[in-house]
């Protein structure tokens, strides 16, 4: 299932990965995020090996049942490339003066 990553204090979104049934649970239960990697298709534990944890606050889910929410304490960066949030590329921004 989609999992949209979000800084408690800031709002800011941080990153989209997946969970599966056993992250899910892991997250749950230590209350710190665990994902699914689709491509090495073997579980992730969120700053395992950067230190870069994150603490889950608050879990919520979309109307359709279909995407997850994970409100977090993070503990440094969230991108692989040092970067906050994995979103700090802008394709569009009308808010811009041209």
């Given at each position: 299932?989609p999992?949209i990553?979000?800084?408690?204090?800031?709002?800011?979104v941080?990153?989209?990965?997946y969970?599966?049934?056993?992250?899910y649970?892991?997250?749950?239960?230590?209350?710190?995020?665990?994902?699914?990697?689709?491509?090495?298709?073997?579980l992730?534990?969120k700053?395992?090996?950067?230190g870069?944890?994150?603490?889950?606050?608050?879990?919520?889910?979309?109307?359709?049942?279909?995407?997850?929410?994970?409100?977090?304490?993070?503990?440094?960066?969230?991108?692989?490339?040092?970067?906050?949030s994995?979103?700090?590329?802008?394709?569009?921004d009308?808010?811009?003066?041209?």
């Amino acid at each position: 299932m989609p999992t949209i990553v979000v800084d408690d204090k800031t709002d800011q979104v941080l990153m989209m990965a997946y969970v599966n049934e056993e992250s899910y649970q892991l997250s749950l239960k230590t209350m710190q995020t665990w994902f699914w990697s689709r491509s090495r298709k073997e579980l992730w534990h969120k700053g395992e090996t950067s230190g870069n944890t994150q603490q889950i606050v608050a879990i919520q889910i979309d109307c359709d049942e279909d995407t997850l929410l994970m409100r977090v304490i993070p503990a440094g960066p969230a991108c692989h490339t040092g970067h906050t949030s994995c979103f700090y590329r802008t394709v569009v921004d009308k808010n811009q003066e041209e």
